[in-house]
């Protein structure tokens, strides 16, 4: 053997990428098994638990945190903070990456997955809360899409292909804000359906209010997550703006999210409020409940808030790595764990040790195409060739 | 016995009253939220 080919092999063995191949492997041999013997095979599914958490895990946390996209470009589009412009495109690449795996998770879990395109071909449902959110998530899908398709045409060299999408950057944010408001809210009202199943804290006329404000809260959190992820594995990367860029980002996100969190607070009690659920949050699920709102709502409010008059971008970092948790802690509570809280134990779901490797297979999948689009691609910098293009 | 409610109308008054205090003091504490929030800007924009 050569000395460069045992160089390059031990560059590829490395503890992510044996790690990474592992569960690749193990995702694609339970995939085999998911589509050759069935849901029943792979799942704990039943019919009082048709969503798993291949639906709460995978696509309502995947949609929350996702949404970096929308936040991102609204903030430097819609509203002129054009010095957070470097966060654009990883944010950008992030909601693409979340979005596409979030359709790709939902094949696993339908029943039919080739009928995927039905409901927009033979127009039934259109009355549906849920025709509303697939609708919704392929025209965002199509959009983040174009919006991304800038890197890999700078990328590839198509100079003329590029310059056009370009010119389309405002129009293609003003409709990813609008689908985004549209779908993230009713992802919260498919919920709506359920008022004798969800348990009563956790269900309220408010939800799909609940889960529009609190994707902003996980959008700007995950672009603070996220921006600090890349900056330790891919800062050689980074050009000198984007890393001029970061801390005052992490800064301006953190207030925002300090302060959307503070709104997000007031409107959940309101919802105890109006509802008059105040005697149940001494049982086992308002503890639980208040572990949310205190741990995960008040307390990264606070942390934020602290953060930012401190200039302490450390107590931000962790406080924005905090809220992710909060997010999908709420998405699982609401889809999972405060659901069917009636049933007893015995029949109450707890997912598949396959539905668990789907769910680390889909994640991972994300991880290697953002480090293979983000090694590759002028997503943390600038292409020379379109410096100052913006 | 004055606490226990007979209709809608007695449920919606009671938890609609208290849903109406608890946005007025939020209101407020939003507005004092921002200036603890943003206190230190000026001191920054000055220096």
Redesign the interface.
């Known amino acids: 053997m050569s000395e460069d080919a045992a160089v390059d092999r031990k560059s590829i063995m490395t503890p992510f990428n044996i790690c990474a191949g592992i569960i690749v492997i193990a995702g694609l041999i339970v995939t085999f098994i998911r589509f050759t013997q069935g849901l029943g095979a792979a799942t704990n599914l039943s019919e009082y638990n048709p969503w798993g958490i291949w639906i709460g895990f995978d696509l309502l946390v995947g949609v929350a945190l996702a949404a970096g996209g929308y936040v991102t470009s609204a903030a430097v589009y819609l509203f002129g903070m054009k010095r957070f412009h470097s966060a654009v495109r990883p944010a950008i690449l992030t909601g693409f990456l979340g979005y596409l795996f979030v359709v790709v998770a939902l094949h696993y879990d339908l029943g039919r997955p080739w009928r995927l395109p039905y409901p927009f071909i033979f127009g039934y449902g259109t009355t549906s809360m849920l025709f509303e959110v697939g609708l919704c998530v392929a025209l965002y899908l199509t959009v983040l899409f174009l919006e991304f398709s800038t890197a890999p045409m700078e990328w590839l060299g198509y100079k003329r292909t590029r310059n056009l999408v370009h010119r389309l950057t405002l129009v293609l944010t003003i409709f990813g804000v609008v689908l985004s408001t549209l779908h993230q809210s009713s992802l919260g009202a498919l919920f709506l359906i359920a008022p004798s199943k969800l348990h009563p804290l956790w269900y309220s006329p408010y939800l799909p209010t609940y889960f529009f404000v609190s994707s902003i809260i996980a959008g700007l959190s995950m672009v603070i997550f996220e921006g600090t992820l890349a900056h330790r594995a891919f800062h050689h990367k980074m050009d000198e703006a984007h890393k001029a860029e970061h801390n005052p980002l992490t800064l301006g996100f953190g207030?925002a999210a300090?302060?959307v969190l503070?709104?997000y607070f007031?409107i959940k009690?309101?919802g105890i409020?109006?509802?008059?659920h105040w005697h149940l949050l001494a049982t086992g699920y308002g503890f639980w409940f208040l572990v949310e709102l205190m741990g995960f709502i008040a307390l990264p409010c606070l942390l934020y808030?602290m953060g930012?008059?401190e200039q302490n971008l450390k107590l931000i970092r962790f406080t924005a790595a905090w809220t992710v948790l909060g997010i999908i802690i709420n998405r699982l509570n609401v889809s999972i764990i405060a659901f069917n809280w009636q049933l007893p134990s015995s029949e109450r779901y707890f997912p598949h040790w396959m539905e668990f490797t789907i769910s680390i297979f889909i994640v991972t999948l994300i991880v290697l195409a953002y480090r293979f689009i983000v090694t590759r691609m002028p997503i943390l910098y600038e292409h020379p060739e379109y410096k100052d293009s913006h | 016995m004055n606490n226990i409610i007979y209709t809608l109308h007695d449920?919606l008054l009671?938890?609609?009253s208290?849903?109406f205090i608890?946005?007025g003091i939020?209101l407020l504490?939003?507005v004092g939220?921002?200036l603890?929030?943003?206190?230190?800007d000026e001191d920054k924009n000055i220096q």
């Not at chain 1, 409020?273 to 008059?276: K, L, Y």
């Open positions: 207030k300090s302060l503070a709104g007031s009690v309101i409020a109006a509802g008059n808030a930012v008059r | 449920f009671h938890t609609e208290i849903v608890i946005m939020s504490s939003m939220f921002w603890f929030l943003t206190a230190r």
